[in-house]
């Protein structure tokens, strides 16, 4: 069973960082491309980073040079948040989109992320 469990949102100000992780469980990352989307209030999700099984990695433009996606163990992916603006204000999702056997997509619970002014 595929699980997500997001973690390390919560409030800052602007100009402040934070780094979030995501625990992984019930599958192997060379099967799956891992990610983040945001939802903010009102608008509809958004692809913020991805890694692949290669390792290769994408960002939104609206974060590239402050976001940093990370495979940091066997089990955990994280985004480091820097330099962070109120526009990033956000419910944060951890993502995996998987082939054989897992196949299918997958989300975390969201966690949230509240950069104040």
């Known amino acids: 069973q595929v699980q997500l469990v997001e973690s390390g949102g919560g409030s800052v100000e602007a100009g402040g960082s934070l780094r979030l992780s995501c625990a992984a469980s019930?599958?192997?990352?060379?099967?799956?491309?891992m990610g983040w989307y945001r939802q903010a209030p009102g608008k509809e999700r958004e692809g913020v980073s991805f890694?692949?099984?290669?390792?290769?990695t994408s960002y939104a433009d609206s974060v590239k040079g402050r976001f940093t996606i990370s495979q940091e163990n066997a089990n955990t992916l994280t985004l480091q948040m820097n330099s962070l603006k109120t526009e990033d204000t956000a419910v944060y999702y951890c993502?995996?989109?998987?082939?054989?056997?897992?196949?299918?997509?997958?989300w975390g619970q969201g966690t949230q992320v509240t950069v104040s002014s």
């Open positions: 993502a995996a989109g998987c082939t054989s056997p897992w196949d299918g997509f997958y």
């Open positions: 890694i692949r099984s290669d390792g290769s």
């Open positions: 019930g599958f192997t990352y060379s099967s799956c491309t």
